[in-house]
T-cell receptor, first 113, second 110 residues
Framework: KAGVTQTPRYLIKTRGQQVTLSCSPISGHRSVSWYQQTPGQGLQFLFE???????NKGNFPGRFSGRQFSNSRSEMNVSTLELGDSALYLC????????????FGPGTRLLVL | AQRVTQPEKLLSVFKGAPVELKCNYS??????LFWYVQYSRQRLQLLLR?????SIKGFTADLNKGETSFHLKKPFAQEEDSAMYYC????????????WGAGTKLIIKP
């Protein structure tokens, strides 16, 4: 099976802009989670979607939002970008939600100038 | 929130020495915990999960409910173990805030 894919792989934006990142899970996986990875904060959970519904949410401002489509593909949107949003954004999928093993994508590296 | 903490940001040990990466959790109930590993230039991947009680690449982790810990151990470190290690909770229920450990960078010195 193909692994989790994320597009784009690299992105440069300026403050105040918005960005949309995409994640295609492993075929058959219905849960998609998003994470922000930075050198200082490590890995921080953003949210999880399962069957098109947000199931869990991390401690991020409302500028960070997401959605999941009927084919389980997911998008994450960040509005009004700030310099501190520069990070590697990881997507992970699992067959079900809860205690399932997650499979990670390569990430989208976002640089906000 | 379902929170785990990793007190060490960096751990450096010599090849052949024992390794212990610490992880503590702070939520009630029966936790489901994982260790994920990220080798240089590779994707984050599962190392092991507590429910399976298996040993992967010589690593083991035991859930200690009394100490609320899930430390990762290996008796003899190898250079290829150098990586970033994350302890992670699983969302057993919906509407929980999941807080991963900040990660421990393990460096194995030759």
């Amino acid at each position: 099976k193909a692994g989790v894919t994320q597009t784009p792989r690299y992105l440069i934006k300026t403050r105040g802009q918005q960005v949309t990142l995409s994640c295609s899970p492993i075929s058959g996986h219905r849960s998609v989670s998003w994470y922000q990875q930075t050198p200082g904060q490590g890995l921080q959970f953003l949210f999880e979607y399962f069957s098109e519904t947000q199931r869990n949410k991390g401690n991020f401002p409302g500028r960070f939002s997401g959605r999941q489509f009927s084919n389980s593909r997911s998008e994450m949107n960040v509005s009004t970008l700030e310099l501190g949003d520069s990070a590697l954004y990881l997507c992970a999928s699992s067959f079900r939600t809860g205690e399932e093993t997650q499979y990670f994508g390569p990430g989208t590296r976002l640089l906000v100038l | 929130a379902q929170r785990v903490t990793q007190p060490e940001k960096l751990l450096s040990v010599f090849k052949g020495a024992p390794v212990e990466l610490k992880c503590n959790y702070s939520y009630s109930g029966s936790p489901e915990l994982f260790w994920y590993v990220q080798y240089s230039r590779q994707r984050l991947q599962l190392l092991l999960r507590h429910i399976s009680r298996e040993s992967i690449k010589g690593f083991t982790a035991d859930l200690n409910k009394g100490e609320t810990s899930f430390h990762l151990k290996k008796p003899f470190a190898q250079e290829e173990d150098s990586a970033m290690y994350y302890c992670a909770p699983a969302a057993m229920d919906s509407n929980y805030q999941l807080i991963w450990g900040a990660g421990t960078k393990l460096i194995i010195k030759p």
